[in-house]
Nanobody, 120 residues
């Protein structure tokens, strides 16, 4: 099983980016998923969660600007980031709980980090 993250880059303040995290391999289903970010030397911050049923929650730092979504058929989780600020500059990571078989417990996987840089 692999999680491939994509979509990071450089954008001006006020702009938008969309991050995606695609799971591949022999997978039965994706369960709860989330996005974290971490600047060097800082703790990883949970910024958005989407449950298996589609319920989403956000940290106060991104609420109203970021939207997390999922496409179960494509086994993909996305993070739409609007009205980006320089303080959003960070490395972003997806976190997904994956069930390999209908009868198996969830396993936790991390995508590789993707860098988002917001210039002022």
């Amino acid at each position: 099983v692999q999680l491939q993250a994509s979509g990071g880059g450089l954008v001006q303040a006020g702009g938008s980016l969309r991050l995606s995290c695609a799971a591949s391999g022999n997978i039965f289903s994706l369960d709860n998923a989330g996005w974290y970010r971490r600047a060097p030397g800082n703790q990883r911050e949970l910024i958005a969660v989407v449950t298996s049923s589609g319920t989403s929650t956000y940290s106060d730092s991104v609420k109203g600007r970021f939207t997390v979504s999922r496409d179960n058929a494509k086994k993909m989780v996305s993070l739409q980031m609007d009205n980006l600020k320089p303080e959003d500059t960070d490395v972003y990571y997806c976190s997904v709980y994956i069930r390999l078989r209908q009868s198996s417990a969830e396993d936790h996987y991390w995508g590789q980090g993707t860098l988002v840089t917001v210039s002022s």
